[in-house]
């Protein structure tokens, strides 16, 4: 059974860092493909970054103009984690972050309904 669990998230200053991390199990970790995502209060789920591997590289997806330059995701093959840092943090940086899985075969895409699993989510709040 593949489980995901989100950590890593809090309360930070406009301009402050982050890092969360998305612990896997459950599957392969040479084929795979995690999804970040974020929903904020009355919005829809937005993907923010993604990276896939289904031959033994990683490949990055372009994330949104919304992080772009700020956020980025990272994987350490040996603890079965995959983060994503945070940098520069605004307060429409707000939401509950979700990493998301789906095999490494199908890729990264931004859409939420096509991630099978879910883990539970981690607050971030960026707020003065």
């Known amino acids: 059974e593949v489980q995901l669990v989100e950590s890593g998230g809090g309360s930070v200053q406009p301009g402050g860092s982050l890092r969360l991390s998305c612990a896997a199990s459950g599957f392969t970790f040479d084929d795979y493909t995690i999804g970040w995502f974020r929903q904020a209060p009355g919005k829809e789920r937005e993907g923010v970054s993604c990276?896939?591997?289904?031959?033994?590289?990683?490949?990055?997806?372009t994330p949104p103009d919304s992080v772009k330059g700020r956020f980025t995701i990272s994987r350490d093959n040996a603890k079965k984690t995959v983060y994503l840092q945070m940098n520069s943090l605004k307060p429409e940086d707000t939401a509950v972050y979700y990493c998301?899985?789906?095999?490494?075969?199908?890729?990264?895409?931004?859409?939420?309904?096509?991630?099978?699993?879910w883990g539970q989510g981690t607050q971030v709040t960026v707020s003065s």
């Open positions: 990276i896939s591997s289904s031959d033994g590289l990683a490949y990055f997806a």
């Open positions: 998301a899985y789906r095999t490494g075969q199908q890729g990264c895409i931004y859409f939420a309904p096509a991630y099978r699993v």
